[in-house]
């Protein structure tokens, strides 16, 4: 298989506006004649099923939550970068692009990176329009801030919410086109598997999560907006129903997983407090502004926050100070989280697990006073209370890193297709724009741009190519095989009848994942996991334990499902953290570093996009490369010292 | 810690439900009650019980997925979500009542899991301002003071859980639907669809079967995103003025 990116030839300013009038175009009249599924409501997903249904698509769109707002874009806190540069400090589309570029530890495609930084400044006139309250200046102007560590201004926010006030936004453009019969919503519905005909996409089978009826679905067009796949370390900041099921599937069925294993860990999460640990929460990163990281000079075992004030000046580590001086606590978020481990990993780890540094806002209170800091991080504050019964205003935070994101997904080309001609990702669920790292406040800005910005007009090419004749009715003997493949895995699971719970086994694939494919990795121990893995795979199919039917909301059922895709990935994570033996963005191999213990990227063996390509069960993936070429940038190495 | 819960168990919408009483042992104080929950589901799996269905997502606060009415009060005692609710909240050896929503417009589908999708619908009514992707102006061609970019805001908080409905004897949305219609009212892209939005809204609301608003202010008090209720006065205000002002649109139009 070849892979081909479908990069528009010229200058990489030119590219997408030259591209966006080389696509084809469908007449409008005839834009009603042709059905797309969308499947997951968060910023991708409800941005592009608004956006097709307002150009005159029928839209089928699905989400397993409840309601549509409750993807998990909701949770994202920070902001959304634009290169609006209405700070006048130097903001432009080419630094946007530049940073997220270089961000990514070059290991992104560049003409993508370009596009994403250029379609920025028009979401922000979007969400403007849709009425999301962006925080403001007093002229009635929209306020910026700078954000991880960027050198401009160029982050818009809406307090610590800006992930629900987005979604805000796009829901309610979807919610304008179901009012409008344009789209159809399938709430509390989970997509189980793509069905591929003369290989082109043309529909899916999914399962009512309330009644358990397993349906198909057909259409010209079906597009992937299913999030990440953090969770297969169990414990992140993901959302509990967070799952890769329609991404893997669709990797079953043929769709390329590209870069697995770029995982982003980040720094400032609240630490585990204990095995009935059910998930991270995240404490964003804008309070590395003000607060110093230390831990002491000599272990303490079991240290707790109230007793800090009883380790001396002098007995402290502020180790990224000490080790990045230029940066300081603003080092990215690699950089950070690997060195907090190295902490822990050398006994000097506070708090009754030692996996925890201290994140101190002793000297920012005694420097700007209690009512500066409270304005900052009043809610943050307020927050990490709540969870843990500490007063940051009072002893230092303690926090830990944990698995955030992931940059890897189904790869796709320029146009946002998978190796399925027909079958499109978006957002986080593709591995397109942030290569093996991603920036602060970049999250939603890709969501959307692909959303609201890029999926509208690549889709038509490929729509007014094939012609709406060319679809095929969910009769098809296809459909029908499909449909019985889901019914019969659904009862397989039900009649294991073993020993241990899903969470149990989902509990363990976590703990292999974190300790041998987390933050620092090499070749033995990644060696270990799939070991450890397979062995999970064959266990859980002889001794998960499902009780109740398959005919009725079954929340262990649905799990079951979603923990079995996550083991069968997080072998291939391996695979890919093993083949890529160099250290890049959040990947750090132990075998590549710099004498003082820096990452080390090997550009001569790795500048390339890996691709795995699906060969049956139990068989050992094929891995294609997307070599990439960068015409724009020259490739250095970081360097935060 | 050990705590007693007393759950309301349904096996699903047509069934009828009880109380069944479960002990939980062991229970730490950092737990968040939907952790406490999760240990005592791992261990009626063991024994052959179906677990207790209860709904959440995000547990940090903002999807509005989980729900709850734990001892009398939406999201339990504090006010927060039922996922920021800890353990260390409760004493030793207490017993909790575990419930779920109770209103005619959010039907049981199994244990403490309802259907809320009548909110979407009141959304999907006129909860939007009529704009398409791409042909808006620059952003920063709608200047917005601050004070009402801020209370907007405010309003815009809600995250759709519909604990104010639960907390109303009357099982009334006003607090939810005043939050979503004053976010658009207040700010000035919403202007110009402003009293068709509150009317069809309002006639959602009252469509899906939520109850009359008796200045109760309990909504206010278990909401976990302090939604004040001057929305719903304002709400009112907006709905008021647009039914005025439909009235003498038809007059002074003449039939058409
Ligand atoms: S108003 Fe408050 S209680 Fe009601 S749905 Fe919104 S956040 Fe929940
Ligand atoms: S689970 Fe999302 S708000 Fe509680």
Same mark, same amino acid.
């Given at each position: 298989m070849k892979l081909e990116s479908k990069v528009p030839e010229g200058p990489l300013a030119e590219k997408w506006t030259k591209h966006k009038f080389n696509l084809k175009l469908v007449n409008p009249a005839n834009k009603r004649k042709y059905e797309v599924i969308v499947v997951g409501t968060g910023l991708a997903g409800a941005s592009a099923a608004a956006s097709l249904g307002e150009l005159g698509y029928n839209v089928k769109a699905f989400c397993f939550q409840d309601s549509p707002r409750r993807a998990h874009s909701i949770a994202a806190q920070g902001g959304i970068n634009a290169a609006k540069n209405y700070q006048n400090d130097g903001d432009s589309v080419y630094r946007l692009f530049y940073d997220t570029i270089k961000g990514g530890d070059y290991r992104a495609r560049e003409a993508n990176v370009y596009r994403l930084a250029e379609v920025s400044v028009n979401i922000i006139d979007q969400c403007v329009a849709q009425g999301v309250p962006f925080a403001r200046e007093y002229g009635g102007l929209l306020a910026n801030r700078s954000f991880g560590?960027?050198? !401009?201004?160029r982050t818009f926010y809406a307090r610590g919410q800006t992930g629900q006030q987005l979604l805000l936004g796009a829901y309610s453009a979807l919610n304008r086109q179901i009012a409008n019969g344009k789209v159809k919503m399938y709430s509390r519905t989970e997509m189980l598997d793509v069905v591929v005909v003369d290989g082109k996409a043309r529909g899916i089978i999914t399962r009512d999560l309330v009644t358990g009826k397993i349906e198909s679905h057909s259409a010209h067009a079906v597009l992937l907006c299913t999030g990440g796949y953090g969770n297969v370390f169990y414990l992140s900041t993901n959302a509990k129903g967070s799952n890769v099921t329609a991404a893997w599937r669709a990797h079953k069925k043929g769709a390329l997983f590209g870069n697995p294993c770029f995982t982003q860990i980040h720094p400032t999460c609240i630490p585990v407090s204990g095995d009935h640990q059910s998930k991270l929460t995240l404490m964003s990163e804008s309070l590395r502004n003000d607060g110093r990281v230390w831990v002491p000079k000599v272990a303490h075992k079991g240290l707790k926050a109230k007793e800090a004030k009883s380790i001396t000046e002098t007995d402290r580590d502020y180790f990224l100070e000490r080790k990045y001086p230029s940066f300081g606590n603003l080092v990215p978020r690699d950089v950070a989280s690997r060195n907090a481990k190295m902490m822990c990993d050398e006994g000097r780890g506070v708090g009754a697990t030692g996996l925890a540094v201290f994140l101190d806002f002793a000297d920012a209170i005694k420097r700007d006073g209690k009512d500066t800091i409270a304005a900052k991080y009043g809610n943050l504050f307020d927050m990490y209370k709540q969870i843990t019964g500490d007063d940051p205003y009072e002893m230092p935070m303690m926090i830990f890193p944990a698995v955030h994101y992931t940059m890897g997904g189904l790869w796709v080309d320029y146009n946002l297709?998978?190796? !399925?001609?027909?079958l499109y990702s978006l957002g986080e669920a593709n591995f397109s724009d942030h290569g093996a790292n991603r920036l602060g406040a970049s999250a939603l800005m890709q969501g959307l741009a692909d959303g609201y910005f890029v999926i509208p007009y690549t889709i038509g090419d490929y729509l007014a190519n094939i012609g709406w004749n060319d679809k095929v009715g969910t009769d098809h003997p296809v459909f029908k095989e499909a449909i019985n493949a889901v019914n019969s895995s659904v009862s397989k699971l039900l009649s294991?009848?073993?020993?241990?719970t899903v969470d149990e086994f989902h509990r363990e694939l976590g703990l292999t994942m974190w300790e041998y494919c987390g933050m620092s990795r090499n070749a033995e121990g990644l060696k270990t996991a799939k070991k450890k893995i397979q062995e999970l795979k064959n266990e859980f199919w002889q001794n998960v334990n499902i009780l109740g039917s398959a005919s009725e909301l079954n929340m262990e059922l649905e799990k079951a499902g979603r923990v079995a895709d996550f083991i069968e990935l997080g072998e291939l994570m391996v695979d890919d953290a093993l083949n890529r033996a160099e250290s890049c963005g959040g990947h750090f191999r132990e075998e590549s570093q710099t004498p003082d213990g820096e990452a080390l990227r090997k550009d001569d063996e790795f500048t390339y996009a890996s691709a795995w390509q699906y060969q049956g069960e139990n068989q050992a993936e094929v891995l294609h490369k997307e070599e990439l070429r960068f015409e724009n940038v020259k490739l250095t190495q970081r360097s935060y010292k | 810690m050990k705590i007693t819960l007393k759950v309301w168990r349904q096996q699903n919408a047509n069934s009828k439900g009880q109380f069944k009483t479960y002990v939980a042992d062991h229970v730490s104080s950092d737990m968040s009650f939907l952790e406490m929950l999760d240990v005592l589901n791992t261990s009626l799996i063991k024994k052959g019980e179906e677990p207790i269905h209860f709904d959440h997502d995000c547990r940090e606060g903002i999807c509005g997925m989980c729900s709850l009415y734990i001892n009398g009060h939406p999201h339990g005692p504090q006010q927060t979500t039922t996922c920021q609710l800890?353990?260390?909240?409760f004493k030793d050896g207490e017993t909790i009542t575990v419930e779920p929503w109770r209103a005619k417009a959010f039907p049981v589908i199994k244990d403490l899991v309802v259907d809320r999708t009548a909110f979407d619908r009141i959304q999907q009514a006129?909860?939007?301002?009529t704009v398409n992707t791409g042909g808006v102006p620059d952003a920063n061609e709608i200047p917005i003071p601050k004070k009402i970019a801020d209370e907007a805001f405010d309003a815009a908080a809600c995250i759709g859980c519909g604990a104010c409905v639960a907390a109303c004897k009357n099982a009334s949305a006003m607090l939810f639907v005043s939050a979503k219609v004053s976010q658009l009212a207040l700010l000035p892209q919403g202007h110009a669809e402003r009293k068709e939005r509150v009317e069809k809204m309002v006639a959602q609301m009252d469509a899906e079967g939520f109850g009359a608003c008796t200045n109760t202010r309990a909504c206010e008090a278990e909401c976990p995103k302090a939604i004040s209720v001057t929305n719903i006065a304002r709400m009112n205000r907006e709905y008021f003025s647009a039914m005025f002002s439909s009235y003498e649109v038809k007059v002074g139009g003449g039939g058409e």
């Open positions: 560590g960027a050198q !401009v201004s297709m998978t190796t !399925v001609p027909g294991i009848k073993g020993k241990k | 800890h353990m260390r909240t006129g909860g939007y301002v």
